[in-house]
């Protein structure tokens, strides 16, 4: 008789979920969204406001916020063995196309055409920037919806530099920010020249190291794949990046990584900071010590115009999620243009999340609110995604190879990167390890030609 009351009750509970249909279909029958994230202050904003989506839909969701690093290696676990621990995750644009392939997350285009034509016509998926929309996409088929999108952009402190009768550029080279870092450097008083990320992390110190190696004119691997660490291009560049840290950065760097980064910058702890264009929004935000003292520039170059990453932190729904129409929910609207508006409306216009919406650089609002984004905008638009290098390369990606195996070779690079900032490694030992393990990807992969 338990077994059939039981079964009964769960009767129940189907008709009630499948009569739902509407907004709050989640609210009773299921359990709440459980949302994996990034602690960058843009999703500490979602955060915040989600109890609006949870007012509007009755559907509650759970965060879970993690440091960069553990977030990849949490999500990517859970993934790879279909645990379905997380509903949603987030992810960027080198991840999603590996993982819809893999299934391990689900192609949002048929939840679209479920959609209603008003909802559809009100979310814009053209609206999405074309750049960041191909990079979330995968088999012609959109697996992510950019929470932000972005590219790297040098910021600095105005102030500073008019004291120190220093005009950056606006397009400025590596040569010159290590000569202003040196001029601006005071670490006698807590002051840096600059500061950059030495994090050990594919994702960490390799964003920002990599868009250097392309510039000064290095590449992972030729055409054949075979490694180009043994380069004197790759060389130059890794001297040069221990080089400014050492004469003109902040101490320790490798422990920082973005949000440490920010920390430095924030607090006015140094004079230059080569990071995320997503990162402008926060140097102003109330509580910034230099909020309005801040200029900005485009990535430094060596031998290309370019030089600034591409990059979405996204939301994506894992293919063992049970909740899915529920998820969806949520993706539509924390990327949505009434999302946008809602934190431009209680938050501030200077702190809607950047770079996914061809509408958002339309707004007067954010314009007037944003000096930072003219350079973004150019940014993402003109980063080098397709021939990332001087020189021809087999791959795509200005920050990353985009390939499945660069989540591993990319943290054992960076980690040869740390140990030789800290002096823990030569350069011949750090770039000779690298070099082997490169070829070892290239080998076991299948890429390199004989």
């Known amino acids: 008789m338990r077994k059939l009351a039981f079964l009964a009750l769960c009767l129940v509970a189907v008709a009630g979920f499948v009569s739902a249909g509407g907004s709050k279909e989640s609210a009773t029958a299921k359990q709440p969204l459980v949302l994996a ?246 140097l102003n935000a109330a509580g910034s010590s230099v909020a309005g003292k801040i200029g900005y520039a485009f990535a430094p170059t060596v031998k290309t115009t370019y030089s600034g990453w591409l990059w979405s932190w996204a939301l994506a729904i894992e293919s063992a999620s049970k909740q899915k129409e529920a998820a969806f929910k949520f993706l539509t609207w924390a990327t949505s243009k009434d999302y946008i508006n809602l934190i431009g409306q209680n938050v501030g216009w200077g702190q809607i999340p950047p770079g996914t919406r061809v509408s958002t650089y339309k707004n007067p609002q954010y314009l007037a609110a944003a000096p930072f984004a003219g350079i973004t905008l150019q940014s993402i638009e003109n980063a080098p995604y397709d021939q990332p290098t001087v020189d021809p390369v087999p791959y795509k990606g200005v920050q990353y190879v985009a390939i499945p195996e660069f989540q591993g070779l990319g943290t054992k690079v960076s980690q040869q990167l740390a140990a030789y900032l800290t002096g823990q490694k030569s350069l011949d030992d750090a770039l000779a390890t690298c070099q082997q393990d490169a070829l070892q990807v290239a080998q076991q992969g299948g890429y390199l030609k004989q």
Not at 164 to 176: K, L
Not at 197 to 205: F, Y
């Open 37 to 282: 994230t990034v602690n960058n202050p843009d999703m500490i904003i979602m955060q915040k406001y989600a109890p609006k989506f949870t007012e509007k839909t009755g559907i509650a969701v759970n965060f879970v916020v993690m440091p960069e690093n553990q977030l990849r290696q949490k999500v990517t676990e859970d993934v790879a063995l279909g645990a379905g621990k997380f509903d949603i995750v987030t992810i960027g644009t080198y991840d999603t196309p590996f993982w819809g392939k893999n299934k391990w997350i689900d192609p949002l285009d048929p939840l679209f055409q479920k959609m209603s034509a008003a909802d559809r016509d009100a979310y814009d998926v053209a609206d999405l920037m074309p750049p960041i929309k191909s990079a979330l996409s995968f088999d012609n088929q959109l697996y992510a919806l950019p929470f932000y999108g972005e590219s790297s952009m040098l910021y600095y402190r105005k102030d500073v530099m008019e004291k120190a009768g220093i005009t950056v550029p606006e397009h400025p080279t590596w040569q010159q920010i290590y000569d202003i870092a040196k001029k601006v450097n005071d670490p006698s008083k807590d002051f840096y020249g600059i500061v950059l990320r030495g994090l050990p992390g594919w994702g960490e110190n390799m964003a920002v190291f990599d868009t250097m190696i392309n510039t000064f004119g290095a590449r992972w691997y030729n055409m054949k794949w075979e490694p180009q660490f043994n380069t004197p291009q790759m060389r130059q560049a890794w001297e040069f990046y221990k080089k400014i840290l050492t004469d003109a950065g902040e101490p320790g760097p490798s422990t920082v990584g973005f949000t440490e980064g920010l920390a430095l910058m924030t607090t006015g702890k140094a004079a230059m900071w080569y990071d995320a264009t997503v990162a402008a929004g926060a």
